[in-house]
Each structure stands twice: as structure tokens, then as C-alpha cells.
Nanobody, 115 residues
């Protein structure tokens, strides 16, 4: 079972930026369509960005134009660059395959957007 470790979260003011990273134990993450999910308190986990094995990315409307997903195949790492952050982006962020999550869920990384 593939294991993932997310990192890069933190506390940031509205309008700020963060870059999240996800390290996977899978040797060929490029074989999979992968994505970033988030879960805010009281809400269901939602998929906010995904990237296909061909490198084509898709985004939820709520983050389109502000978030960018990327993948480093050599380092087996997935990234999420988040700009122009809003308080409603506050959540725990996770990575997994997408749109169906088949890997083990990691601990996630907390992102808090607050002044």
C-alpha cells in the first residue's frame, strides 16, 4: 500500500501564499492521476486539484486561478502552490489518487488562513 506524507502547511494571512508537498512511497507516481483534497471542520473531504499522468491539471471552481498543482516524477513528489489565500481555504490538505482515492490517507497538513 502506497504511503504519503504531506507537508508545508501553516498559518498565513489572507492574500498570502503557501506551497504544499506530498512525498509518496510509490516509485512511479506519474502512472496515476493524483490530486489534492481538503477537509474543513464539519465538511466532507473535497478534491480541489488533480493532475493526470499526462500532466493535465484540473481545479475546483473555488480555487481556479489561485492554486497550481505540479508533480516531480523523479522525486516522487506532488506539490500544490496556493496563492491569494482566503479564510475559506482553511482546512487539512491531503494528497491521494484522484478522483478515487486508492492510496492510504496520510496525516494531512493543516492550512489556516487568518489575520
Amino acid at each position: 500500500q502506497v504511503q504519503v506524507v504531506e507537508s508545508g502547511g501553516g498559518l498565513v494571512q489572507p492574500g498570502g501564499s503557501l506551497r504544499l508537498s506530498c512525498a509518496a512511497s510509490e516509485s512511479e507516481i506519474s502512472r496515476y492521476q493524483t490530486g489534492w483534497y481538503r477537509q474543513a471542520p464539519g465538511n466532507q473531504r473535497e478534491l480541489v486539484a488533480r493532475i493526470t499522468s499526462a500532466g493535465i491539471s484540473n481545479y475546483a471552481n473555488s480555487v481556479k486561478g489561485r492554486f497550481t498543482i505540479s508533480r516531480d516524477n523523479a522525486k516522487k513528489t506532488l506539490h500544490l502552490q496556493m496563492n491569494s489565500l482566503k479564510p475559506e481555504d482553511t482546512a487539512v490538505y491531503y494528497c491521494n489518487t484522484a478522483p478515487s482515492a486508492i492510496w492510504s490517507w496520510g496525516q494531512g497538513t493543516q492550512v489556516t488562513v487568518s489575520s
